[in-house]
């Protein structure tokens, strides 16, 4: 971290740069001790629907669509959209029940989400900046729809810091076969200091976490020579930091292997789900075959393992004391679709995808419901923006960054209301004037995690930077 | 915001204070103080001034809060003046009233009172005792003692030569030295210290390994990557030009100013001079938005809004790379703390309103390259022109179509996977660039028969994705005559010359000739068949049937107006071979070429006779321009700022037209205010926010007018942003600590006479030698002190703010690696090129993955210096990620220094690193005392007894590599003192 930075986040202003360098391990955050108000939550979910997942067949229930089916969709305006030019109306490609004594209606390919419905908090009137993929990427991970600003994730783990320095505090589990539109940017920590990026874990594969170990193939790496490497490493970095006093980043060096040893065994244990109970397993949607399943067809039994798999190893990294887990669904926007940018057919792809998105989510609900998590822990599913209410080419649809859903959940989140509709469509908000943005949405977590999303700044070139730029109104409907 | 101010800088201030409104405009005072915060969109307080009726609680809060001792408001700024207040009490009296249809907007801009604003003094010391001191090696120890003093601070001893030489090789080089060249300086030294040092900072400065270290620096700044970022993240191949365009330049020691200018407008300041284009390479080197450029394009509100976000990177860039100030703060507002307002950050996007990032020659003459820009924009426009014809029979056609071509194609690629074909595929004509050119093909019979029927058969050949029909004529007759000329009783058996015929694939087209009896048969194309962008005429096969459908041309003599006779594949002899492709579906060829049909009789509606026209011509212009431009020799390429390239995707060149920049009311590209003109903002006396440009001035006098600003003399800014980042990367924090900016929101400098000297000495040398600085300061008695603790002045200055020491400090990501490298025997020396992958490319066709854990760390091509390392955006490589390296996609002034876990983990157990270690031990395992050599060789210094002691026993029960392995992770390695 620039010394500039520190000086300022520290509140110095108006003496030298710098400050003494005395705990460069510490995992406080900036903000441990001194919250702004008292916490509903102490962690964050953000569950991600690479490619832009669409709202009107999963949550935002539309009977006007229904009743137009077919014919030329005609919202009275001319639209621009990112592909093609508008098709006919079309309805969701699934039915909608009713659900919990809320009655929220959800669709059937998301049917495992119905029995927790009473814990949802929707918002169907979110509205982007534009339709592309990175810039929407980005604007629901960083709050900016250009590269350069700290994820979501990275800020939060800036501002409360880890409940164990065994693990690190924002960890981010992508989807194995590729990463979404601007990869590593979506959890890079940009301008704040970089052990609050986000690190990669990859549940199931053969190193989950890079260069945890020394590489399988090495022919002279043996644990005994790595551990009694470690023991002399310490003596001799140890003579080098005693003759150089008043340095601690030479003690924190020192420090930092011994916390990568015990990083080794907490991740290791953290990872295990093997010794987890069947009903568990079960109750996440893991395949008997485990992350190996056939997806040489994209399948619901495979999008069910993978993305379960991820949410039980959240669950494990949360307990463990892990602040923010980000869960991505979908890979890059290449072919074959393994993303939900359907634009060609939404029941071929979005069916998979959202039944093993819905299974594992449910699971994690319900999972952290039992344990007496789910009281102090918000998750947030979003996605780049929403999709037409009309077809692409028949069976497909295009991009609407007019409007979309996101739906929240625990940790202070008052469940089973909706709040800001859509329009009869799901084009744009029922009330153009009053949509919900991003900003809202990060404003709100943050409030729920004690922190004024106002007040939770770092100066990057001159500018006072925060998660919600100049935004952001915490979303009172929804906080219980 | 209360700043320290410096109070010798600030003796020309009160000339230039912010000007309040005129105390009696109660509106004016409104504009200038309030409405920055209170305008409709802040809303600062729920409190609103714009219109009437103004909008607050209580107005007697607005007098509360702008009087007394000590007011809440204005915030941030001065205090209004007991007049202005008055007349603001009399307005609020009056009911607060705001005429009908005024709209009250932000005036203030804030002024240039600020230290970074003033001229460069020539940065005196004031006292000369203090140059006279015997510690005082230079001017540079003259300013920092005078400093320490004043603070009752004294300086450190000077560092062990043995330390001092370390320190140098990696300040001046980014390379350790070897242990050999540390021995020989240390006996060097006792001799001669001044001589010896002297020459050894000449000898580094001089290498090259000089330029790649400090590029490095330079590339952080200028955000350097070598793919676009974003989605889909495509590689930029010819990104690298610029890169050794940087090292080149710094190790040819070239002047400051004009490597300011050239990187700005070096193809218009320096024609015929290929770094005057390949530095523009700036302009272009952050990350690009491909997808909402090149799919989705200026014509909709996203890409415009993609290419008003780019014009931001470029303007952001420019300012805080070779200024030091954030310009970028006035997209929304006027800046709210320097004076930048938004007309001055408008005009900015002015100056770069014709460029748009792309592949750029620049190694030819001038001349042929203008003619190489005007043909690729040629080309585009006929391609795009060809393109709209396209477009518009597609539209004209609608779904019928649609739905036919997809059917088409479906078929198609059915058919292909059924295909039987022999090598030998049949005749093919020479390549021509227009498809209305004439060619045609014959076969001599032998003597005159009586023919029944004749069947041609298209040939079948993937290239360009053809398949089948692969250069069947679209237009040809099929005639027979007596002799081999065809003057003689020439008759026509098949006239399909008035429209496009559809392609057959391989197919037969059978012809019934009814018993006409010739000895000589001949298909003439009219019109050609698509290659790839050129025209062909090819069959598979001509047969000739008799009644008992015996084939009379097998075996029979082939003349052609020309063909390629070509290995096995093709020739005139393959088309009466007995020898095609078959197969496939029949039941789907038969829809195929019933489709194809449908599809030619539908075309023939839809592409009237001025359609056909119109497309001839373009592709004859086509074919004229490609000849054109092969003719012309093709030079290299650099991603650089452009206006004349071919048009790719939606992106046009502007071909140096600028676009219209409005100013964009909260930068919204929806709320367009004033038509703005190319300028920069006056930051010194004498400047003026627009340039002196005529009505006609092109694009490129634009840009040379702000590479101008940027190299003036006068410019209070480039020359501290230049010698201040050179300090930040001697010392390890800027004189002024946030070196992207020098204004209010920034820091003060804690030097600023030092600064101003260094400044005055860079602009005023008339070689402009960033060489010559780099000697005051690494010649300096400051630079050579000793990096030791001091309790009794760390209790003074902790952070050593005054320089009472050198600071220790930790390698950089790439000099870690190029370290390890260098130190186990593996680097590479190969400088410049294209650069190195450490990682595979996987799915390259849409969204690349780059894959670093599949790279071969043995592979010599990757054990070149980090500077040659491709640099990806979307996915940054981990191991130097964790090493807090810089990422691309912002500018980076300054590294993070982080210390963590899963840095260790990556130090042990990264592959590069594990097989670092083993070369190591491989490297050393032959000398008398490995341990020692190994060790030496990490840290410049022979390891004392008990370390060698334990070293070695530890290398006894492990193997050397593993002790090589903990060598590689001493934080003496680590850390240079």
Known sequence: MSIERRHFLAGLAGTFPGMALTDLLARDGVLSGTLHRPPRAKRVVQLFMAGAASHVDLFDHKPQLVKEHGQQWDPGEEVELFQSTPGASMKSVWDFQRYGNCGKAISDVVAPLGEVADDLAFVHNIVGKTGVHSQGTLLQTTGFNRPGFPSAGSWVSYALGSENENLPSFVVLPDHRGLASNGTKNWSSMFLPAEHQGTVIRPGAATPIDDLFPPEDSDYITPAADRDGLALLEKLNSGYATARPGDSRLTARIRSYELAARMQLSATEALDVSKEPQYIKDLYGLAPEGPGVDDTEINVKAETEFFGRKCLVARRLLERGVRFVQIWSGNDNGFPRRNWDSHENIERDHGPLARGMAVGAAGLIKDLKQRGMLDDTVILWTTEFGRMPCAQRGVGRDHNPFVFTNWLCGGGIRGGVTHGESDQWGFKPLDPDNPTQVYDIHATVLHLLGIDHERLTVRHNSIDRRLTDVHGHVIREIVA | ????????????????????????????????????????????????????????????????????????????????????????????????????????????????????????????????????????????????????????????????????????????????????????????????????????????????????????????????????????????????????????????????????????????????????????????????????????????????????????????????????????????????????????????????????????????????????????????????????????????????????????????????????????????????????????????????????????????????????????????????????????????????????????GIAPVRLAAKGETARYLRVTATRLAERKNDYILALGEIRVLDEAKTNLAAGRSVGALDSIEQGVRWGRKNLVDEKFATGGDPAAARELAELLEKERALLAKIDTPEMRDERAAHEANLAKLREQLGALPEGKLVYAAATHFRKFGNVVPTEGQPREIHLLQRGDIGSPGDLMHPGAPALWDGGTPEFDLSKDATEGEARAALANYLADPANPLTWRSVVNRLWLHHFGRGIVDSPNDFGRMGMAPTHPELLDFLAAKLRNDPDQSLKAIHRLIVTSATWRQASAHDPERAAVDANNAYYWRANRRRLSAEELRDSVLFVAGKLNPERGGPSFQDFVIEKPQHSPHYQYHLYDPDDPKTQRRSIYRMIVRSKTQPFLTTLDCADPSQMVAKRDETTTALQALALLNNPFMETMAGHLAERVESNPDPITAAFNRATGRAPHANERAALAAYAKTHGLANACRVILNLSEFAYVD
Not at chain 2, 9 to 29: K, N
Not at chain 2, 273 to 287: H, Q, R, S, T
Not at chain 2, 417 to 426: I, L, R
Not at chain 2, 475 to 491: C, G, Q
């Open chain 2, 1 to 504: 915001m209360k700043f320290p101010l410096l109070p010798s800088l600030f003796a020309a201030a009160s000339a230039v204070l912010p000007v309040h409104g005129a105390a009696d405009d109660p509106l004016a005072i409104l504009e200038q103080n309030c409405l920055s915060c209170h305008n409709a969109h802040d809303a600062k307080g729920d409190v609103v001034f714009e219109t009437a009726p103004i909008q607050i609680d209580d107005l007697s809060q607005i007098l509360d809060s702008i009087s007394g001792p000590d007011p809440e408001m204005p915030k941030d700024r001065d205090a209004l003046s007991a007049a202005e207040v008055a007349t603001l009490a009399k307005w609020i009296e009056a009911g607060a009233p705001i005429p009908e249809g005024r709209v009250l907007k932000d005036t203030y801009v804030p002024g240039r009172d600020w230290w970074s604003l003033q001229p460069i003094e020539q940065g005196q010391v004031a006292d000369a005792t203090h140059s006279n001191d015997p510690w005082v090696k230079n001017e540079i120890d003259a300013f920092v003692l005078a400093k320490l003093r004043e603070k009752n601070l004294a300086p450190s001893p000077e560092a062990e030569p043995r330390v001092l030489v370390r320190r140098l090789y990696y300040d001046l080089t980014g390379l350790p030295p070897q242990p050999e060249e540390i021995d020989a300086f240390v006996t060097d030294y006792a001799r001669d210290p001044e001589g010896t040092w002297a020459a050894l900072v000449d000898r580094l400065l001089a290498s090259p390994n000089y330029g790649e270290h400090w590029a490095r620096h330079w590339l952080d700044v200028a955000r350097y990557g070598e793919t676009h970022g974003y989605d889909k993240d495509k590689p930029r191949p010819n990104a690298w030009p610029y890169r050794d365009y940087v090292i080149r330049s710094l190790n040819d020691d070239k002047p400051w100013s004009r490597f300011v200018r050239e990187q700005i407008a070096g193809d218009v300041l320096f024609p015929g001079d290929p770094d005057g284009i390949v530095a523009l390479g700036f302009i272009a080197a952050g990350p690009w938005d491909f997808i909402a450029h090149y799919e989705v394009g200026e014509k909709k509100v996203d890409g415009r809004i993609a290419k008003h976000m780019d014009r931001d990177d470029m303007v952001s860039a420019t300012f805080n790379a070779f200024m030091s100030t954030t310009v970028q703060c006035a997209q929304c507002h006027h800046h709210k703390f320097d004076p930048v307002s938004m007309e001055d950050y408008y005009r900015l996007h002015a100056v770069f309103a014709a460029v748009d990032r792309a592949p750029r020659v620049y190694d030819l003459d001038p001349e042929v390259q203008r003619k190489r820009e005007r043909l690729s924009v040629e080309i585009g426009k006929a391609e795009g022109a060809i393109k709209t014809l396209d477009q518009r029979i597609k539209n004209e056609g609608g779904p019928e179509l649609a739905r036919l071509r997809e059917r088409i194609g479906v078929l198609k690629k059915a058919g292909a996977e059924g295909v039987k074909k022999d090598p030998a595929y049949g005749y093919h004509s020479q390549i021509v660039k227009s498809p209305d050119t004439e060619k045609w093909v014959q076969v001599d019979l032998g003597e005159p028969v009586a023919i029944e029927a004749i069947e041609l058969i298209g040939a079948h050949d993937e290239f360009g994705g053809i398949g089948a029909g692969f250069g069947f004529p679209v237009r040809y007759r099929v005639e027979v005559a007596d002799n081999l000329d065809f003057t003689e009783n020439r008759r026509v058996i098949a006239d399909r010359t008035d429209a496009d015929q559809a392609n057959p």
